[in-house]
């Protein structure tokens, strides 16, 4: 069962930037198609597309973090990052590394991690 763990999150200041690493246990990032979901307080059961990179490397991004956010893979690592710049207060939300799936559709994902908190203040 492949397992992914996600890590980086915390707590930063409005126009601050974080990275996130996504590490599968086994050889899953050159595999398959990955990405990153968010899920703002209180919206349960809603997952807020980010960004993903298929396995020929095409990136997608959500408009809101297009020039701001920008994911990478280390097949090598078989680990996902995202980096996040310019952070913003609405940015703040539990960020889901999911694979396997197709661009932006979070239903299409079959491997998720357990997510981890970021924080943005203003």
């Excluded at 991004?61 to 297009?66: E, F, N, P």
């Excluded at 990052?81 to 079959?110: F, I, K």
């Excluded at 991690?113 to 203003?122: A, E, K």
């Amino acid at each position: 069962q492949v397992q992914l763990v996600e890590s980086g999150g915390g707590l930063v200041q409005a126009g601050g930037s974080l990275r996130l690493s996504c590490t599968a246990s086994g050889p899953t990032v050159s595999v398959y198609a990955m990405g990153w979901f968010r899920q703002a307080g209180g919206q349960e059961n809603e997952f807020e597309f980010v960004t993903s990179i298929s396995r020929n490397g095409t990136t997608y991004y959500a408009d809101s973090v297009k020039d701001r956010f920008i994911i990478s893979r280390d097949n090598a690592e078989n680990t996902v990052y995202l980096q996040m710049n310019s952070l913003r207060p609405e940015d703040t939300a539990v960020y889901y590394c999911a694979g396997g799936g197709w661009q932006n559709q979070p239903s299409t994902y079959h491997l998720w991690g357990q997510g981890t908190q970021v924080t943005v203040s203003s």
